[in-house]
């Protein structure tokens, strides 16, 4: 198995739902990322798991809020989101913990959140 | 800092002819350097990487890459373009030191083929 599972694929919620987006890896990677990408620009980093614990937050606002119950499965919670939110949300997982050119990043397909 | 340029947002080609998509990098050390293609609503697929070995980089799909160090490039080109390569394409760098261990991202360059 050499791909990233991301569910839902769709997302749509209003300000004051609470919704999770789900990623699943079964590759043996000890890392996990969270990034998010507006149209037309690339993604931004948001979290890194490493080995199960978060090792980078990039400042994120905590209306979003990492879970990462084991090394197979990372959780994004969404909590109170703002239309400005809205966007696709890409998991990544890769073998270490630190992107270099031995450690290839493997993203999943995305999940598309729109916040009304 | 590492830093990569895409020097062209969008790139339009005639399928059957090549594709040339431009790619600068900034870096005070030898970098790792990849190109990824991302389809519509989907997520990012690797095409190729440079890790300091050969110069020339064979990706998937016909796609290759030149290591340039005296030009400080790294352009992705193919010599047939098909229509399924049409794409948004991302040039990346990987940080080092305070940006240790983070993908740089390039803007991005949009790749149209006409039939």
């Known amino acids: 198995d050499t791909e990233v599972t991301q569910t839902p694929k769709h997302l749509v919620m209003g300000m004051t739902n609470k919704k999770s987006l789900k990623c699943e890896q079964h590759m043996g990677h000890r890392a996990m990322y969270w990034y998010k990408q507006k149209a037309k620009k690339p993604p931004e980093l948001m979290f890194v798991?490493?080995?199960?614990?978060?090792?980078i937050n990039e400042s994120v606002p905590s209306r979003f809020s990492p879970e990462c119950p084991n090394s197979s499965l990372l959780n994004l919670h969404l909590h109170a989101l703002q239309p400005e939110d809205s966007a696709l949300y890409l998991c990544a997982s890769s073998q270490g913990d630190r992107a270099s050119g031995a450690n290839v990043l493997t993203f999943g397909a995305g999940s598309r959140l729109t916040v009304l | 800092a590492q830093s990569v340029t895409q020097l062209d947002s969008h790139v339009s080609v005639s399928e059957g002819t090549p594709v040339l998509l431009r790619c600068n990098y900034s870096?005070?050390?030898?970098?790792?350097l990849f190109w990824y293609v991302q389809h519509p609503n989907k997520g990012l697929q690797l095409l190729l990487k440079y890790t300091s070995a050969a110069t020339l980089v064979k990706g998937i799909n016909g796609f290759e890459a030149e290591f340039k160090k005296s030009e400080t490039s790294f352009h992705l080109t193919k010599p047939s373009a098909h229509m399924s390569d049409a794409a948004e394409y991302f040039c990346v760098v990987i940080g080092i030191y305070n940006q240790g261990g983070k993908l740089i991202f390039g803007q991005g360059t949009e790749l149209s083929v006409k039939p």
């Open positions: 798991y490493s080995y199960e614990k978060l090792s």
């Open positions: 870096s005070s050390y030898s970098p790792s």
